[in-house]
């Protein structure tokens, strides 16, 4: 649905994209992430046919969003962080206009916002004026006005932003049925947001992409993927802690071992990271060298440390805040 080849775009000698490359499938909700300065707006606007790019070729729905930007156009719903709604309009009015807007017939225009306010839950507001809709209720009114002509591409930038909670999730509710027959681009900085909603995630920084793939295929990206704390304590057996370290090292999945500082002797506190669940293997570890398992736990990595790990410096990640 969605092809991009070494997009690059330059503003005079300063490089915003440095020749990305991604698809995205048909259907699924794909989260476009990015601290600011990443290249993220610059890509958006790219897609959606407001910019050039300064090299690479960018398509959508396989038209090129440069030589054919109004098939492109035609083919994608916008929904902008303000959405584009008129309130001294009638909900109805308003999205009659944008049908004009659209080129739709009246006939259709008719059938389509039907369709919209069925699909977003604004029929019983199609007679009120906009300014008199809550902020949630503008942003259903936005997205109808994106999904007016069928398109099977929806870019989203920031659905959510200034909504109390109540909001946030019906709007997430209505993102996800929206996605189930659309391809749907959700640009956020909320990144609970993409862990609740998105099926994938693209992190842009810098004008690169660093990562590009399912949401837990992320998480596992960083230095292992999930973190298990794990304390042994002797028993009948007196083991060393070079014996233990070395058994949990030769664990498959297994990619860092770390011993903690422990608060009584005879104690032996371990941070792993793996790529798989090893808590079996590991409490197989203890009744086999005669030890006592005294904790064991997995952390997930969150979506947060993951994001930090991939758009700041190692010394930034760890640093505090």
């Known amino acids: 649905m969605i092809a991009v080849e070494g997009l690059r775009k330059s503003f005079g000698g300063f490089e915003a994209l440095k020749g990305i490359t991604f698809r995205v499938p048909k259907g699924g909700i794909v989260g476009f992430l990015g601290p600011n300065g990443a290249g993220k707006t610059t890509a958006m606007k790219i897609l959606t046919g407001f910019q050039a790019p300064s090299g690479g070729v960018a398509r959508v729905h396989g038209f090129d969003c440069v030589g054919e930007s109004l098939q492109v156009r035609r ?102 049925r929206i996605g189930q027959s659309r391809t749907v681009i959700l640009s956020t900085h909320i990144l609970q947001e993409v862990q609740a909603t998105c ?37 009948a057996v007196r083991l060393a802690e070079g014996a233990i370290r070395a058994a949990i090292e030769g664990m498959p999945g297994v990619q860092r071992v770390a011993l903690q500082t422990a608060e009584t002797a005879g104690t032996h506190p371990y941070e792993v ?22 904790d064991l736990s997995r952390e997930r990595s ?20």
Request: net charge negative; charged share 30%; hydrophobic share 40%.
């Open 302 to 321: 969150s979506l947060e440390e993951v994001f930090r790990r991939l758009t700041l410096g190692d010394d930034e990640a760890s640093a505090p805040g």
């Open 75 to 176: 083919h994608i719903g916008y929904l902008p962080e303000a959405a584009p709604v008129y309130g001294d309009m009638l909900v109805r009015d308003y999205l009659d206009f944008i049908g004009r807007v659209r080129g739709l017939a009246e006939g259709e225009r008719a059938r389509s916002i039907a369709r919209v306010a069925d699909e977003c839950d604004i029929a019983d507001r199609l007679g009120q004026r906009v300014s008199t809709l809550s902020k949630g209720y503008r942003q259903r009114v936005g997205l109808a006005q994106a999904l007016l002509h069928e398109p099977p591409v929806l870019i989203l930038d920031e659905p959510t932003s200034g909504l109390d909670p109540n909001q946030i999730l019906a709007i997430r509710n209505l993102i996800r």
């Open 273 to 294: 990271i793996a790529d798989r669940d090893i808590r079996g293997e590991l409490f197989d570890l203890a009744v086999s060298r005669g030890l006592r398992l005294t």
């Open 199 to 235: 099926d994938r995630v693209l992190i842009l920084n810098h004008g690169d992409l660093v990562a590009d793939a399912p949401i837990d295929q992320v998480r596992a990206a960083i230095e292992g993927g999930d973190l298990f704390r794990v304390t042994f304590t002797e028993g």
